[in-house]
């Protein structure tokens, strides 16, 4: 009988919360020490090869290999100092993970082969590594013959050591320079939104001389106790369950959000936090989230590329944090359904070198007109490219997350609450001499100056919202919790750095033509507010009417995975990417044949798990129970009349039928499922394999779910195969 199930129940009650060792210094003392910071390279680095690392990140120079090789002197000391042995290039292919090859420090002495060792690390084994890499997705860039890939050191994020090993965030580029990875564009984004902003930044003040994008990133995730967790196949296989039938209880009493956090997870969020301290990750919040087993961190935030990278970081780190305390991490954006998935809230912002953030409303006219600008021109950017902001966070699993019914939909639109929108209202509705003059008290009653005193109290919220401005920020909530952020950093930074050099060329040639600064600001504004109407929405996104509203202002409300992603080469997504010189048009194909491929193996996946699943654990042990009630229905008949005894049976004989039936109808989807594969799996072309996947292959998901979530409500308790729902989401 389903022994496992119970044996895994039974385990999974019976764990406490595990012993935490805990630091004995203050946070702030060992913050960090895992990392080659500022402070240790001072220890480690002379002054003068500081300063040389800083210039180069501050130009996107290339180092000299004598920097270099200092660098890497000093790196490998500190790294041995702390144990390691090996070192690595950490890089970020187009897959869901961080990649990682580890070479040990050890080498002949002299480089020639003989008896001497010695542990050597240098500059050029720092900056440069030809990982055989050929199985990492390329779409097509990198064919396998010629499967050399590069991973380039990164300055500008600070190497770490994890277990023995001295970690390099790296870039991943082909042999010809096209970016294999996530880290590359993200890195040329930021360098492109810091240059348009910074020309737009001179318009108010001529002192900023760089423009900084911050990241701020919450992660959500579910724990599942790992007993149970194993003996789920479509757990173990894809991160979430394909089938299961919701849990009489589940968060409908919204007991969970913000509740008191289960001891054996508490336990583990700080066996986590201390970890993530030696990184030099600073979380800062910790707490239940909405769903049952559902919990959420987040740091505080910080330069978009380093919190990137420190996102990865922790996401690895969960993971196996996880495992000391006999739980499993889930990261999927969906592993349970009829209950919240897990999103991973992109909090962003620019700031200048000079400490003003771009997005906080200030003290002055001045100051507040360049907030106004920078918000303006970033719902022209999110209003002009959302499809394409779409495509950046979508997949296979963000899926079931927008657009179900649930936060957010599958629709972008902006939340500005109600006093930046009021602001923006009057002041598109100000004839231009009214709104120019700003330097007259009276003509500021236009609004703009009173927005600090009224934001200081923004509590305006719509969690509904997908890209929702939040005080200071604007949080991109759409997010997927497993997703890299650098792929929707990217296609923001990038089409916001686009949005900003239109602008100010568009100033620029006003102020060119005799208009003041300050008119030639305004008409741009002006025009912009009115053009960037469709995207702002302060109401309920998840109600159908604003599916149909969205429709009607042509705003993109495609919902097929495979089709959203073309967005990424629409010719206005080509024109930013490449004028910004983020990517080129070969990269953006390549990367989107690499999202097909990998949406079509995701499915695949999923599709044979659920065939394996209902074919081989559910159907027996359906037919197994209704034999058990055909048995009883029979001896029944030896003891009564027939008529007697069907009377009696009358719900075995029920039973008997619904089973049937239900098996019967499980049986012939999953065939026809596995027809639709076979089908799609012979198409060439990643596009329209990924198409068929999608409106072929995915609908039997939930008609055969149906089914078997059906039969796990009629089925005898003690023999249904797989945990359920209530076990996975309420032992903790
Ligand atoms: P909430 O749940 O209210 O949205 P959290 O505290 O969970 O807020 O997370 C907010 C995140 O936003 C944190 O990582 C925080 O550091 C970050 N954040 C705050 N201000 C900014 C800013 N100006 N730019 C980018 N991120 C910010
Ligand atoms: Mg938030």
Partial sequence: MSSLRFKAVEEAFKKKAAAVEVPSELTSEYFGKYVFTRSIMARFLSEQTIKEIDEAIEKGTKLDRSIADKVAEGMKKWAMELGATHYTHWFQPLTDKTAEKHDSFIDYLDDKPGENIIEKFSGKLLAQQEPDASSFPSGG?????????????????????????????????????????????????LNSVDKAATAVCKLFDPKVKKVFSYLGWEQEYFLVDESLYVTRPDLLLTGRTLLGHESAKNQQLEDHYFGSIPTRVVAY?????????????????????????QFELAPIYGECNLSVDQN????????????????????????????????KHNNWSLGTDTGVGLLTPGKTPEENLQFITFVVNILMAVYKHNALLKASIMSAQNAHRLGANEAPPA????????????????????????????????????????????LLDNTDRNRTSPFAFTGNRFEFRAVGSSANCSSAMTALNTAVAAQLIEFKAEVDEKIASGT?????????????IKISKPIR????????????????????????????????????????????????????????????????????IESRVLGDLTINHIIPIATRYQSILLDNVNKMKTVFSKEEA????????????????????????????????????????????????????????????????KLEMIIDDEMWPLPKYRELLFIR
């Fill in 141 to 189: 860039i990198r064919s396998t013959f010629e499967a050399r890939g590069y991973t380039a050191w990164d300055p500008s994020s600070p190497a770490f050591i994890v277990d023995d090993t001295l970690c390099i965030p790296t870039i991943f580029i082909s042999y010809t320079g096209e970016s294999l990875d996530y880290k590359a564009p993200l890195l040329k984004s």
């Fill in 411 to 454: 629709i972008i639109s902006v939340f500005l609450g109600t006093q930046v929108s009021s602001v923006l209202d009057k002041l598109e509705n100000s004839s231009s001499d009214e709104a120019i003059v700003v330097d007259s008290k009276k003509k500021l009653s236009l609004g703009i100056a009173h927005i600090p005193e009224v």
């Fill in 646 to 709: 069907e009377k009696m049976c009358q719900l075995d004989l029920q039973l008997i039928k619904e089973i049937a039936e239900r098996v019967n109808t499980i049986k012939s989807d999953v065939d026809n499922m596995i027809e639709a594969r076979k089908k799609a799996n012979v198409i060439e072309c990643e596009e329209e394999k990924a198409n068929a996947y999608h409106d072929t292959v995915l609908p039997f998901f939930d008609k055969i779910r149906y089914q078997v979530d």
């Fill in 537 to 604: 929405f302060d109401g309920n996104n998840y109600s159908d009417e604003w599916k149909e509203e969205a429709k009607l202002r042509g705003l993109d409300c495609e919902t097929s995975v495979p089709k959203i992603l073309k967005a990424y080469t629409n010719e206005e997504s080509i024109k930013i990417f490449t004028s910004t010189n983020v990517m080129s048009e070969k990269e953006l194909h390549a990367r989107n044949e690499v999202k097909w491929d990998m949406y079509t193996k995701k499915i695949q």
């Fill in 516 to 528: 003041s600064k300050q008119t030639a600001i305004f008409e741009v504004l002006k025009e912009y």
């Fill in 312 to 343: 990865l970081l922790i996401m690895s780190i969960m993971k196996k944090v996880a495992r000391r305390h006999g739980f499993r991490l889930l990261l999927h954006e969906k592993p349970f359904a009829g209950i919240n998935g897990s999103g």
């Fill in 269 to 293: 969020m700080k066996d986590l936090e201390f970890e993530a301290y030696n990184y030099g990750i600073p979380l800062k919040t910790r707490h239940n989230e909405v769903a049952p087993n």
